[in-house]
């Protein structure tokens, strides 16, 4: 090689230069020269065959292999499924959005002076996204999104397990109970509210909580489908000339309930406490409603543990009586557990009572986990959330200038009552008080509601006139007060679109990843290799089903149209 040649250059020409060469030799050395280079030419040639073989070889086997190990992946993910015996727990943080994690991690972090990599125990479980959309529109309400939990389908807002052509569809609750599996609901609002209802029972609409109740109860195409119901919403199985009781009619469905379909029936903290402090079995079918319609949110709750059993409580309890109920079974259990009151504060745009439903539904999750973990029969928790609620933004511009970069957690620290409750108390007030001064009540709002109730010392005249000015606003006014300070935003009342995060255990892995929400509801299917589709079938109505709705329907609303 000469010297003044690059290092790092290849003996091998081009073949312009070959040609080049070639000639010049062809000149001085004649014929013999010329042959040599022929030869030298040809060597060449089958350099760069060979080399050409090797690749393409090799790139085949990279590919063959390649296919392989992504057809080994796919096989363990199948093959997460456990053989034998097995549970799942569904979890739904009902209007719980990204921007709630947020929130609340930071919240807890200020509160128990945590450090700032001490996180949730959800956020050791994230796994993926799901995409809410509705049949019927991009931002969907509970109805759709639990029906596409439930049955794995899309539908249209307001929709119980019905389909948009108005057809019912099996829920994967009713094919488990088909199969041999052992049910329930655990919940914090009515347990006939749009979640709940979407699992043990069908209807046009969320509206018709009396026949969903009658559902759930077992007065269903199929039968009693639920072992175990806890939550909130004893009215609409009270009787409309009852105490207590919201239904269009008069039935009992408590005493139905004992009477023809075996329940056990409980509607006290002291009932509760016997059945679950008393160490015997649980008798199921259990039913136990807690409050008329939707237990206190757990920032007021916690004052009254004397009367209200918290989400982590009854969720203990239904696992407890369902794994010992399935314990000499082949089959297991399929429980659905909701953080209801999250979409509430939502709503009410209360940030307050935000971060304290969160924490409730994070030490609910918590003991699921922990359950898993010592049970010796092989399951599965998968939880997500059917929407956002209320445009959460955890920072707020309150005035034109160039918004600051922070947010204040120390003022939801102080509040120690939802605006649900303070409004409450507001109205109890201005009912008992109808001849107090406007001075009087004024003085009673500031001090006792919002300086006490929310921790605000610093209330404007005029955020204080608004109570006595508007007082059917005061459940928006209070909330608002407490975000302002605390430099929370919000962007609607209602519902968002945004994507909403999903959690899992081991097991769950095939959520990884953006999904569509009725991805999730094939999942559950599929996990507890269960037939909805069969369901479905059993569920078409024959003629006299539908005479028998004609005649409730009318019985409520009169002639149909």
Same mark, same amino acid.
């Given at each position: 090689m000469s010297f003044t040649q690059p290092l790092f250059t290849t003996d091998r020409r081009s073949s312009t230069h070959s040609d080049?060469?070639?000639?010049?030799?062809?000149?001085?050395?004649g014929d013999q020269q010329k042959k040599s280079q022929i030869g030298q030419t040809r060597g060449a040639f089958w350099r760069e065959f060979g080399l050409f073989v090797?690749?393409?070889?090799?790139?085949?086997?990279?590919?063959?292999?390649?296919?392989?190990?992504?057809?080994?992946?796919?096989?363990?993910?199948?093959?997460?499924?456990?053989?034998?015996?097995?549970?799942?727990?569904?979890?739904?943080?009902?209007?719980?959005?990204?921007?709630?994690?947020?929130?609340?991690?930071?919240?807890?972090?200020?509160?128990?002076?945590?450090?700032i990599d001490d996180i949730l125990v959800l956020d050791q479980h994230f796994i993926?996204?799901?995409?809410?959309?509705?049949?019927?529109?991009? =931002?969907?309400?509970s109805a759709a999104g639990a029906t596409a939990f439930s049955c794995g389908k899309k539908s249209y807002n307001g929709a119980i397990s019905i389909l948009p052509d108005h057809t019912p569809c099996g829920t994967v609750l009713e094919a488990a109970k088909k199969a041999g599996y052992m049910t329930g609901l655990v919940v914090t609002t009515s347990i006939t509210d749009a979640t709940p209802a979407c699992f043990a029972s069908h209807a046009n609409l969320r509206?018709?909580?009396?026949?969903?109740?009658?559902?759930?109860?077992?007065?269903?195409?199929?039968?009693?489908?639920?072992?175990?119901?806890?939550?909130?919403?004893?009215?609409?199985?009270l009787p409309n000339n009852s105490s207590g009781g919201c239904r269009a009619d008069d039935l009992d469905l408590t005493d139905l309930a004992q009477k023809k379909y075996n329940w056990t029936y409980i509607d006290s903290r002291r009932q509760y406490d016997d059945i679950t402090s008393s160490g015997d079995t649980i008798k199921l079918p259990l039913m136990g409603l807690f409050a008329d319609r939707d237990i206190p949110f757990e920032i007021d709750r916690r004052n009254m543990t004397n009367i209200y059993p918290?989400?982590?409580?009854?969720?203990?309890?239904?696992?407890?009586?369902?794994?010992?109920?399935?314990?000499?079974s082949d089959k297991g259990f399929f429980l659905m557990i909701e953080g209801s009151r999250i979409d509430h504060a939502g709503h009410w745009n209360d940030p307050a009572a935000q971060v304290n439903e969160v924490l409730a539904y994070d030490k609910a999750f918590a003991s699921v986990v922990e359950f898993l973990e010592r049970s010796?029969?092989?399951?599965v928790l998968v939880a997500t959330s059917d929407h956002e609620t209320g445009g959460l933004a955890v920072a707020r511009q309150l005035n034109e200038d160039y918004p600051e970069y922070l947010w204040y957690p120390e003022v939801l620290d102080r509040v120690s009552h939802s605006g649900e409750y303070l409004t409450k108390?507001?109205?109890?007030?201005?009912?008992?008080?109808?001849?107090?001064?406007?001075?009087?009540?004024?003085?009673?709002?500031?001090?006792?509601l919002v300086e006490k109730g929310l921790g605000i010392s610093d209330a404007s005249e005029e955020e204080i006139q608004l109570f006595i000015d508007k007082p059917l606003g005061a459940l928006y006014?209070?909330?608002?007060?407490?975000?302002?300070?605390?430099?929370?935003?919000?962007?609607?009342?209602?519902?968002?679109?945004?994507?909403?995060?999903?959690?899992?255990?081991?097991?769950?892995?095939?959520?990884?990843?953006?999904?569509?929400?009725?991805?999730?509801?094939?999942?559950?299917?599929?996990?507890?290799?269960?037939? =909805?589709?069969? =369901?479905?079938?059993?569920?078409?109505?024959t003629e006299e089903d539908i005479k028998s709705s004609l005649r409730y329907y009318e019985s409520i609303h009169g002639p149909a149209p």
């Amino acid at each position: 090689m000469s010297f003044t040649q690059p290092l790092f250059t290849t003996d091998r020409r081009s073949s312009t230069h070959s040609d080049e060469r070639a000639t010049e030799e062809d000149a001085l050395l004649g014929d013999q020269q010329k042959k040599s280079q022929i030869g030298q030419t040809r060597g060449a040639f089958w350099r760069e065959f060979g080399l050409f073989v090797w690749a393409a070889l090799a790139t085949a086997a990279v590919i063959v292999l390649g296919v392989l190990f992504q057809h080994q992946s796919a096989t363990r993910d199948n093959n997460t499924k456990p053989a034998g015996k097995r549970n799942l727990i569904f979890m739904v943080s009902d209007g719980m959005g990204p921007a709630s994690l947020s929130l609340t991690r930071s919240f807890r972090q200020y509160r128990d002076s945590l450090p700032i990599d001490d996180i949730l125990v959800l956020d050791q479980h994230f796994i993926g996204s799901s995409r809410t959309r509705s049949s019927s529109s991009l =931002v969907t309400d509970s109805a759709a999104g639990a029906t596409a939990f439930s049955c794995g389908k899309k539908s249209y807002n307001g929709a119980i397990s019905i389909l948009p052509d108005h057809t019912p569809c099996g829920t994967v609750l009713e094919a488990a109970k088909k199969a041999g599996y052992m049910t329930g609901l655990v919940v914090t609002t009515s347990i006939t509210d749009a979640t709940p209802a979407c699992f043990a029972s069908h209807a046009n609409l969320r509206t018709e909580e009396d026949l969903i109740a009658q559902q759930e109860i077992g007065d269903h195409p199929l039968g009693r489908v639920l072992d175990l119901m806890l939550g909130g919403g004893r009215c609409h199985f009270l009787p409309n000339n009852s105490s207590g009781g919201c239904r269009a009619d008069d039935l009992d469905l408590t005493d139905l309930a004992q009477k023809k379909y075996n329940w056990t029936y409980i509607d006290s903290r002291r009932q509760y406490d016997d059945i679950t402090s008393s160490g015997d079995t649980i008798k199921l079918p259990l039913m136990g409603l807690f409050a008329d319609r939707d237990i206190p949110f757990e920032i007021d709750r916690r004052n009254m543990t004397n009367i209200y059993p918290s989400l982590d409580e009854m969720a203990r309890t239904a696992l407890k009586a369902l794994e010992v109920a399935t314990q000499d079974s082949d089959k297991g259990f399929f429980l659905m557990i909701e953080g209801s009151r999250i979409d509430h504060a939502g709503h009410w745009n209360d940030p307050a009572a935000q971060v304290n439903e969160v924490l409730a539904y994070d030490k609910a999750f918590a003991s699921v986990v922990e359950f898993l973990e010592r049970s010796s029969d092989d399951g599965v928790l998968v939880a997500t959330s059917d929407h956002e609620t209320g445009g959460l933004a955890v920072a707020r511009q309150l005035n034109e200038d160039y918004p600051e970069y922070l947010w204040y957690p120390e003022v939801l620290d102080r509040v120690s009552h939802s605006g649900e409750y303070l409004t409450k108390q507001l109205y109890s007030h201005l009912h008992s008080k109808s001849s107090e001064t406007k001075d009087e009540l004024r003085k009673y709002i500031l001090e006792e509601l919002v300086e006490k109730g929310l921790g605000i010392s610093d209330a404007s005249e005029e955020e204080i006139q608004l109570f006595i000015d508007k007082p059917l606003g005061a459940l928006y006014f209070f909330a608002g007060m407490v975000s302002r300070r605390a430099q929370i935003g919000w962007s609607t009342h209602g519902h968002s679109a945004v994507d909403v995060n999903i959690y899992g255990t081991a097991g769950s892995q095939d959520l990884r990843g953006n999904n569509e929400n009725t991805d999730i509801g094939k999942f559950l299917r599929h996990f507890l290799e269960v037939d =909805v589709d069969e =369901v479905t079938k059993e569920l078409i109505p024959t003629e006299e089903d539908i005479k028998s709705s004609l005649r409730y329907y009318e019985s409520i609303h009169g002639p149909a149209p």
